[in-house]
């Protein structure tokens, strides 16, 4: 792959473990802090990064502090701490409704294994009260046509720290999969994606960078 061809550059991160991940509980728009685990992850996604000689023009995270966290990190390894980094709630994980702050055991407990498991990974799906993936979606994704694409069009290198959901409904548009085929793609926490794009901002390759 000639840098001609794909001339821009997108990396992804997923914030590292947080605490509530480290207790089995739904968090969606819960704001617990990263665990030490987590910061770790972060910390090691950042030195991948800097041993790849990368450096960022402007960094995006959500409004709640464990991709926060996860970005001030990661840029603190790269060395750029005090890079212009935007926040938005558009970023968010998935909205789990009447699911946030509950044991994942014990929702199971509550409505069936099966119910459950169809409200995680299930497209379009949505737990009471909350959002399903194909509705993170429909806020992530015109944000990121809206203010992050612009800067990758304009040649910079662009940082996103966020979380599973709201990087797989980024991942689904940037790669062209289908609703069921992002439900079952599997995001390391911490581990770096390195997104070729064209001059148009349309894939052209990736890289996970994981050793």
Known sequence: MSTASAPNLLVLVRHGESEWNKLNLF????DPALSETGQNEAKLGGERLKSRGLKFDVAFTSSLQRAQK??????????????ETIKDEKLNERFYGDLQGLNKDEARQKWGDEQ???????????????????????????????????????????FVAAHGNSLRALIM????????????????????????LDKDGKYVSKELIDN
Do not use: F, M
């Not at 979606?137 to 304009?154: C, N, Q």
């Not at 548009?173 to 390195?194: F, N, Y």
């Open 70 to 83: 996860t970005c001030e990190i990661v840029l603190n390894e790269v060395g750029q701490p005090n890079l």
């Open 27 to 30: 968090t969606g728009w819960k």
């Open 173 to 196: 548009d940037l790669e062209g999969l289908s609703g069921d085929e992002i439900v079952k793609r599997e995001l390391a926490t911490g581990v770096p994606i390195v997104y070729h």
């Open 116 to 158: 459950v498991l169809i409200w995680r990974r299930s497209y379009d799906v949505a737990p009471p009260n909350g959002e399903s993936l194909k509705n993170t979606a429909e806020r992530v994704l015109p944000y990121y046509k809206s203010t992050v694409l612009p800067h990758i069009l304009k040649g910079e290198k662009v």
